[in-house]
């Protein structure tokens, strides 16, 4: 499961990193100074930051079994969670009146984000519970 895991956490990082590509190439920073989009840049870099935090601790678990490694990852994953769950009902409360670069994501590649983030999130847990 935990390999299982791992290639989850991958293949939502590449749907991440291509939502990232689309707000910088959008002129999401730029639009920090006017206030134009409704993701500050805390946010925008915690998510992802955590997310690969939460990631080095479960490899680390996995290389080395130790169960807290494996909690480690689940805590820091759950902040990340937290943070993108943020971002997504900001992103929903723009609708139609966006007007920042997140206006230009596809909802096809959030809703893939966010399905496999919960995966994700769930392997990890379910993972977690099952050390013995």
Same mark, same amino acid.
Do not use: C, D
């Given at each position: ?5 791992? &290639?989850? *956490? !991958?293949?939502?990082? /590449?749907? $991440?990193?291509? =939502? @990232?590509?689309?707000?910088?190439? +959008? ?28 990631? &080095?601790? *479960? !490899?680390?678990?996995? /290389?080395? $079994?130790?169960? =807290? @490694?494996?909690?480690?990852?689940? +805590? ?37 984000? $966010?399905?496999?983030? @919960? ?14």
């Amino acid at each position: 499961m935990g390999l299982v895991t791992v &290639a989850a *956490w !991958v293949i939502n990082a /590449l749907i $991440g990193v291509y =939502l @990232l590509y689309l707000w910088l190439s +959008g002129g999401g920073l730029r639009q920090q100074a006017t206030k134009v989009t409704r993701f500050p840049t805390t946010l925008i870099f915690s998510h992802p930051a955590l997310a690969v935090t939460a990631l &080095a601790f *479960w !490899v680390a678990y996995l /290389l080395t $079994g130790q169960r =807290l @490694l494996a909690w480690l990852a689940f +805590g820091v994953l759950s902040v990340a969670a937290l943070l993108g769950f943020t971002m997504f009902t900001r992103w929903l409360g723009g609708g139609r009146h966006a007007r920042g670069a997140e206006q230009r994501f596809p909802v096809l590649a959030v809703v893939a984000h $966010g399905l496999v983030g @919960l995966t994700t999130f769930v392997l990890v847990l379910v993972a977690a519970s099952s050390i013995g």
